[in-house]
């Protein structure tokens, strides 16, 4: 129902910045929140931020103050902008698409679309 498509991830140092991209294509007036999470070898898959039609993001505390995450509707893309990258930020971070109650699909709601992620490494 939704593709997603991630980019922006590389190699960077402990300090810099960096900024992913999320395009959505499909039944995107379906989605009633985007998100970003991250997942490192060895370790759970975590909500880095979420933001919400018409509501406030949210982010996790790790992040909070370093991250900040937006949407341009118009454009059907998500953004990631990353600063002060810290080592224990490397992951690949995946675009997630929800679907809470706006649609459901095939009776089922809370749908979820992600993307195939992209890699974001970040050396001491």
């Known amino acids: 129902q939704v593709q997603l498509v991630e980019s922006g991830g590389g190699l960077v140092q402990a300090g810099d910045s960096l900024a992913l991209s999320c395009v959505a294509s499909?039944?995107?007036?379906?989605?009633?929140?985007m998100n970003w999470y991250r997942q490192a070898p060895g370790k759970e898959r975590e909500s880095v931020a979420r933001i919400t039609r018409g509501s406030s993001p949210n982010y996790a505390e790790s992040v909070k103050g370093r991250f900040t995450i937006s949407r341009d509707i118009a454009n059907n893309t998500l953004y990631l902008q990353m600063n002060n990258l810290k080592p224990e930020d490397t992951a690949v971070y995946y675009c997630?698409?929800?679907?809470?109650?706006?649609?459901?699909?095939?009776?089922?709601?809370?749908?979820?679309?992600w993307g195939k992620g992209t890699l974001v490494t970040v050396s001491s």
């Open positions: 997630n698409a929800d679907f809470g109650v706006i649609c459901p699909v095939d009776g089922v709601y809370g749908m979820e679309y």
């Open positions: 499909g039944k995107t007036v379906c989605i009633a929140a």
